[in-house]
């Protein structure tokens, strides 16, 4: 078992493009787009900054959306009488990714995306990593 200090002072992989990603409202996984704008590679492909949170450029849907807090989902649930209605999903994130850690690398100076990054969904949906693209390179 790990002490605070070890827990707190552990690397994260770094997030690459093609990473999966899943929300906890959707019905399916999405994927991690990453345009090569701030040429830092990482295994060949792209490396991701916490600002790469953009709908469907960065943000793949994730098949359906079951929060009622969607409008969409809480049209149909009503139209169905109650009974929870799953509509397309269209990512919405509030704001740019949340670092799992402290941002002590940048790319492209943003600071970097490491796997225990999260994304929150204007509908209420946290979407987090589940595979970052790539292990062998890590963000402190």
């Known amino acids: 078992m790990l002490n605070k200090k070890q827990q707190t002072t552990m690397s994260s ?8 990603l899943q929300c ?10 990453v345009l090569p704008t701030n040429r830092t590679l990482v295994g060949g492909v792209p490396a991701a900054n916490i600002m790469d ?4 450029v960065n ?3 994730f ?4 929060s009622l807090a969607n409008p969409t989902v809480a049209s149909a649930t009503s139209a169905a009488m109650g009974v929870l209605t799953s509509m397309p999903c269209v990512p ?3 704001a740019p990714w949340i670092p799992g850690g402290a941002p002590t690398a940048l790319i492209g100076a943003i600071p970097a995306l490491d796997a ?3 994304l929150i969904c204007a509908w209420g949906g946290v979407i987090k ?3 970052p693209g790539q292990y062998t390179t890590l963000v402190p």
């Not at 906890?24 to 787009?33: C, Q, R, T």
């Open 13 to 20: 992989p770094q997030v690459c493009a093609g990473a999966t």
């Open 24 to 33: 906890s409202f959707g019905s399916a996984s999405g994927v991690l787009n």
């Open 53 to 56: 949170s953009i709908p469907v």
């Open 59 to 61: 943000i793949t849907p």
């Open 63 to 66: 098949a359906f959306c079951r």
């Open 92 to 94: 919405a994130p509030s």
């Open 116 to 118: 225990q990054g999260t």
């Open 129 to 131: 990593v589940m595979q």
